[in-house]
């Protein structure tokens, strides 16, 4: 019947996924009925975690393991406003370790000198850490088609047990024409080229990627991808760019593309979905159905535009229904710290997650804690799928209100621990000063409190400016004045005082008096992290300096104009945003002091091309 | 083939689609390479809007046409924290009337004597307003399957031009076993004789729901659906509850019940999907796709737990694509109206949208206005496949800084009527006010400032206490003091001062001890809503009664706390975290208020059965 319906069967090299059976049973079954026949398999959703497989660039001696590809710190990053500082990218890759995703793509280390050396920082380290299980992830640094490109990709990643490098060039006839402005052949030879330039390097994990794949036309990639893969590359990733394409036609791209490139049998599959028509994460699961063995995603789905597939989406996804409708498809993630990830992104990049959003938004187990429970719910999977353990969601209700003022240091590094945080006393000393603090005022602290308190004292740039004492008056009637006193790198005080529209923008113009710098603020915004009254405010803000650091945005090869963002909490709210736009002037002043070092970075990486913005520093 | 791969012929009465031919030719094509041959249909795509048919309950002239249902006042009001006034709920079913969705669903009467006032009001208002193309919105009500139930949903809806009563009952084995304790038999028994009650009513429109239909078994969905049929249900909707399905799942599931199920080419098939791995908006895709022609769906896509599928992903994705895809599929929405319905419905419940939302986050098209425009991006569908415009999207930037504060009260009216707000004098005066205000301290006013002062004067609750004055003194010192003067419903004024962890815990307990209520403060948020340092900001608080009000919960049948929310917006935060406490304030003490006038309730319509927990009023 497979030849009837002209559907290929698929070679078994790489994996034993057999097309005729997945669509077949879903679409083309004998009995009709065939599919939620019982509802035993709905209710008793576990998955036995089998085995990682040993790490070989090209192959995966399990047919039916995934790998996770999260590329949060590459695509993610590139959201507006999401700029990381390299500490924060450190962190993020540690917690993508934690989570136990296959590769990790650290950066574009062409776009600017602080990306290459956050990549080389992350390759490093985190590249190196082998786990219990053996496991270490692959660190991988996108290119375009170019020397220069890989050159400062291979620098950024070399560091790494598994480097892998990533390049790509658009080949859909509208980014030839309006953005390339070139040939078919010329694109051809160019990514020929260049992957075998990345595997003259020494590279033997090389990744290909055809730009806008999702618009290009199939014969023409299965020529560029059949000559990339002579030329060296071993994973072929197929974007759906502008997020344009149905998972029905998403999984057709990905299986004619398995069945009719010549030498896809001797590498691997990938898929990176954008989000625009909201189908990203079903276009992902839709291509490993029809064989990719490779996902990229980021945490939380964030990303350029509506973002990409979202990983805890996809990994839940297969994890609840990989056993039972797709031959056993299973992934190597430790889904108990999805949670966590999740929190760490969303405070770093400042992109919040919805309270709707799929498997992390506040609400997805609110059927639990939001609504009285009087009896009526007997039986937990009538309206649950999966459990919040499984993605590490521990409520405050359940564990949380276990400290107050009068519990000590090891209570609350066992907390700490219990929560993730594993800090060096020097930052634990420095918590528990606040925590103390905060203990005096509020009786008691649950665990978002405390991991608010972490956020504002840990994951905090290296200080420049840090805040004395502010003082303010306002109201209704107008003449809002505020007094901030500022300690400096050498611990000299500076005060000032300023009028505003409000309160925090009298505190912010006097902190510009004692900083002078000229900055734009472009996002303000505060939430409280914990109920009541007595809540401890989290405050955002978003800011540029108005002579902008510069990088080059991957895709398009813009200009894109650096933003920096900072956190603050208190119970105070005037004094939780002093603290965020001190945090936010620190983290962009360290960030032009860095881009100043030169001498740390090795000048032969970044000899830019001329035809591509130059990227400013 | 069709008869080979068993997949059945559909009957052409509903609509004319053909399942062989799409599944076919997406995944069985003869040639494999069928789909994005040319670049040319992606670079362009506009869809001429087809004439919407004529309104039958059980049929639809043009087999291409698929009905929007919104079920945002329902479904979405069901999120925790996202109670709605009934005065809310107006204003966004006036919304979805000018989107115009074919039925909105208003809420559900049996929970509450204010949902049902809700529902007849919006019958009696928006169910009657004919636009000038002919087409008024189908009111629809939800009932349990009990005379109660669809008693007072028939109370609430029968005003409407054209009413609906939708009735639902588990199906699946696990809420047979566990809610409903109930074997098979009787849930057909129960099923058949309550939609020939709901017809016996009068109501010519009745919608019967399978609820968990996604994990029934498919033998027993064909028989209960088809006596439903016998019994006089003019449509079938068939919700994955708790989001489990993927695509291909979910349309084969409507597919299987499109062609096993007696009787049902005389009636129209619909979708409900659930958002809890992420699938909900490709699932009601794929369920168009295989002939459903109703898609239930919410705006930005709220509901319960993760929500559900979003309208704008839903609309767009068959407006994109519909054409060239599912055979002409189209829908009567008019897409120009859908960031309007999406910022209200985010501002009145609170759900805010992530940046990275598609369609209607903010950065879904921020690569236009985030990133420097400087040449390279030579052709807009590069990366662009919707246009902003389509979603009535207008930037600050393009249509913004227009009003000044030398404007005078036409230039306001007429921006605002541009911006959709057609305000009465009384209104307008108001905002007016306030504007002037706001200009005298701010340069230029933006969009979004102007929107800001709206919401907060127009679509606030009846006024009970309003603000006075507030003065504050905070700082890192500590003794953070409020004063807050505020007015009664009689003019008297009330003053108060007290002190507080921080500045707005200071004005809250002030006002505490004026209002003299036990109040939960559940959550607070602000965002600046415009750029820049002196930004308006947006407050929103969420509170709840200590003794609260309570109403049933529509599937579990639980006694939900109703929560109340309130927004201020104003240039210092202090003085809107009061405006949005002391509107919160109004909304609960306004809502116990109606709850006590019986006299205006049919009470009839309301007895509810002992075994469902009561109402608390």
Same mark, same amino acid.
């Given at each position: 019947m497979a030849a009837l319906c002209s559907i290929p069967s698929f070679s078994t090299t790489t994996n034993s996924f057999n097309l005729t059976s997945p669509y077949h049973s879903l679409f083309f079954s004998k009995s009709s009925v065939n599919l939620p026949q019982q509802s035993t398999p709905f209710n008793t959703i576990k998955c036995s975690l089998s085995r990682r497989p040993e790490y070989t660039p090209n192959r995966i001696s399990d047919p039916n393991y995934v790998r996770i590809f999260d590329t949060t710190l590459r695509d993610g990053e590139q959201s507006p406003g999401a700029t990381l500082t390299s500490k924060e990218k450190l962190d993020i890759a540690r917690q993508l370790a934690k989570l136990g995703v296959d590769i990790i793509e650290a950066g574009f280390p062409a776009s600017s000198k602080d990306d290459l050396e956050a990549v080389k920082?992350?390759?490093?380290?985190?590249?190196?850490?082998?786990?219990?299980?053996?496991?270490?992830?692959?660190?991988?640094g996108l290119a375009r088609c170019n020397r220069a490109d890989i050159d400062a990709s291979w620098e950024a990643v070399k560091y790494a047990?598994?480097?892998?490098?990533?390049?790509?060039?658009?080949?859909?006839?509208?980014?030839?024409?309006?953005?390339l402005r070139k040939s078919r052949e010329e694109v051809i030879q160019i990514a020929r080229e260049m992957v075998s330039y990345a595997r003259s390097l020494g590279c033997e994990?090389?990744?290909?990627?055809?730009?806008d794949a999702g618009r290009s036309e199939k014969e023409f990639l299965y020529q560029i991808l059949g000559e990339v893969i002579k030329a060296g590359a071993t994973t072929l990733n197929i974007?759906?760019?502008?997020?344009?394409?149905?998972?029905?036609?998403?999984?057709?791209?990905?299986?004619?593309?398995?069945?009719?490139?010549?030498?896809?049998?001797?590498?691997?599959?990938?898929?990176?979905?954008?989000?625009?028509?909201?189908?990203?994460?079903?276009?992902?699961?839709?291509?490993?159905?029809?064989?990719?063995?490779?996902?990229?995603?980021?945490?939380?789905?964030?990303?350029?535009?509506?973002?990409?597939?979202?990983?805890?989406?996809?990994?839940?996804?297969?994890k609840c229904r990989g056993k039972e409708l797709m031959e056993g498809l299973y992934t190597g993630i430790n889904t108990r710290h999805i949670v966590m990830a999740s929190k760490m992104v969303a405070e770093y990049t400042g992109l919040a997650v919805q309270p709707h959003k799929a498997i992390v938004g506040a609400n997805a187990f609110a059927h639990e804690s939001g609504i009285h429970q009087d009896g009526m719910l007997k039986h937990k999977s009538t309206y649950e799928i999966i459990s919040p353990e499984d993605i590490g969601l521990h409520r405050s209700n359940e564990s949380g209100i276990v400290l107050g003022k009068l519990s000590g240091r090891h209570a609350l590094k066992s907390r700490l621990l219990e929560l993730g945080y594993a800090l060096d006393d020097k930052d634990l000393d420095d918590v528990f000063w606040r925590f103390?603090?905060?203990? !005096?005022?509020?009786?008691?602290?649950?665990?978002?409190?405390?991991?608010?308190?972490?956020?504002?004292?840990?994951?905090?740039?290296?200080?420049?400016?840090?805040?004395?004492?502010?003082?303010?008056?306002?109201?209704?009637?107008?003449?809002?004045?505020?007094?901030?006193?500022?300690?400096d790198a050498d611990g000299a005080e500076h005060v000032a005082c300023s009028i505003g529209t409000g309160p925090v923008d009298a505190a912010y113009k006097a902190i510009d008096i004692i900083v002078k710098r000229s900055v734009v603020l472009l996002e303000y915004s505060m939430n409280s992290v914990t109920e009541g009254i007595d809540a401890i405010a989290s405050t955002r803000v978003?800011?540029?300096?108005?002579?902008?650091?510069?990088?080059?945005?991957?895709?398009?090869?813009?200009?894109?104009?650096?933003?920096?963002?900072?956190?603050?909490?208190?119970?105070?709210?005037?004094?939780?945003?002093?603290?965020?736009?001190?945090?936010?002037?620190?983290?962009?002043?360290g960030f032009k002091e860095t881009a100043a070092s030169k !001498?740390?970075?090795?000048?032969?990486?970044?000899?830019?091309p001329s035809e591509i913005s130059q990227v400013s520093f």
């Open positions: 920082m992350i390759a490093k380290e985190v590249g190196n850490n082998i786990d219990g299980d053996g496991h270490v992830p692959v660190i991988c047990k598994r480097p892998r490098i990533h390049t790509f060039i658009a080949t859909s006839d509208i980014h030839l024409k309006h953005k994990d090389v990744e290909f990627s055809p730009e974007p759906d760019t502008v997020g344009i394409l149905l998972p029905v036609e998403f999984g057709q791209l990905i299986a004619d593309i398995k069945s009719n490139t010549p030498g896809i049998e001797n590498v691997i599959i990938s898929t990176h979905c954008q989000n625009d028509l909201g189908q990203a994460s079903s276009n992902t699961v839709a291509g490993a159905y029809a064989g990719a063995r490779q996902l990229e995603v980021t945490v939380n789905g964030i990303g350029e535009r509506a973002g990409n597939a979202s990983l805890e989406e996809v990994v839940m996804t297969i103390k603090a905060v203990a !005096e005022k509020k009786k008691h602290l649950s665990d978002s409190d405390i991991e608010a308190l972490i956020s504002d004292e840990v994951f905090q740039p290296k200080i420049i400016w840090s805040v004395g004492d502010v003082q303010v008056t306002c109201g209704t009637l107008g003449l809002s004045t505020a007094t901030v006193k500022l300690i978003l800011i540029r300096p108005e002579n902008g650091h510069t990088s080059t945005h991957a895709l398009t090869g813009e200009t894109v104009h650096r933003t920096f963002s900072g956190t603050g909490a208190g119970m105070d709210i005037v004094v939780s945003s002093v603290r965020a736009y001190v945090s936010a002037l620190n983290k962009m002043l !001498e740390s970075i090795d000048n032969s990486a970044l000899k830019v």
